[in-house]
């Protein structure tokens, strides 16, 4: 059974910060990864998706990062802005078709 | 030109009452969902269609039934709502497969906050 675990659960930095978030999967035999940003009260807006013969993922300040055999995804944010400050979700396809299971969120705060 | 588009946005009903949610797509996928974000904000996949077909159906209360009238829309209602069916409900849709150019990346729509009081 495919369980996704985000690490942190929160975080608070200032402005500027290069920030890493992180996703980890306990099945390897994965299509892909997406990231998804969720604004308060909104809906996802997916952000990156890495398919499993890639390795990583680049848009603008965003960069993902895949790593199957060890079951572990990185979100690199540079030049963190107050605008960034959203939750951010994985998700990876589990029990063919796109059955897409989530991690619980990173929720960042990025102040002035 | 909204993707995947859902009404209503806001629901506020009593308990035992039924209600339904509509979705749109415009991306021509042949796959829809019905995503569920409880008060915890997790989020969690109830149904999907495929070409008008139920694929996926998570151990739901039969008291919730997807309607697919065409692959552009999936529709869900909810008989004699429970307080506990409180939550944001988010559809989607995706190109089933992957390879062949397609990624199978999912797109949302914005959310239909259901509330039972």
Same mark, same amino acid.
């Given at each position: ?16 910060? #290069? +920030? ?11 299509? $892909? ?13 997916? +952000? ?14 965003? #960069? ?33 078709? $796109?059955? +897409? ?12 | ?6 009404? &209503? ?5 009593? !308990? ?5 949610? =509509? ?8 796959? !829809? ?10 989020? =969690?996949? !109830?149904?999907?269609?495929?070409? =008008? ?12 039934? &997807? ?51």
């Amino acid at each position: 059974k495919q369980e996704v675990t985000q690490i942190p659960a929160a975080l608070s930095v200032p402005e500027g910060e #290069n +920030l890493v978030l992180n996703c980890s999967f306990t099945d390897s035999a994965i299509y $892909n990864l997406q990231w998804f940003r969720q604004d308060p009260g909104k809906g996802l807006t997916s +952000l990156l998706l890495i398919q499993s013969s890639q390795r990583e993922q680049t848009s603008g300040r965003l #960069n993902a990062s895949l790593d199957k055999s060890s079951g572990r995804s990185t979100l690199y944010i540079a030049a963190s802005q107050p605008g960034d400050s959203a939750t951010y979700l994985c998700a990876v396809p589990s029990g063919g078709y $796109n059955k +897409l299971i989530f991690g619980a969120g990173t929720r960042l705060a990025v102040h002035p | 030109d909204t993707a995947v588009s859902q009404t &209503p946005k806001y629901l506020v009903t009593q !308990m035992g009452n039924d209600k339904s949610i =509509k979705c749109e797509q415009n991306l021509g996928h042949d796959t !829809m969902y019905w995503y569920k974000q409880d008060s915890k904000k997790f989020l =969690k996949i !109830m149904f999907s269609y495929n070409n =008008k077909e139920l694929i996926i159906n998570e151990t739901v209360p039969n008291r919730f039934s &997807p309607k697919s009238p065409d692959k552009a829309h999936l529709n869900l209602h909810i008989n004699s709502l429970e307080l506990g069916d409180s939550a944001v409900y988010f559809c989607a849709s995706s190109q089933e497969g992957w390879g062949q150019g397609n990624t199978g990346e999912l797109f949302f729509g914005e959310g239909s906050r259901l509330t039972v009081l």
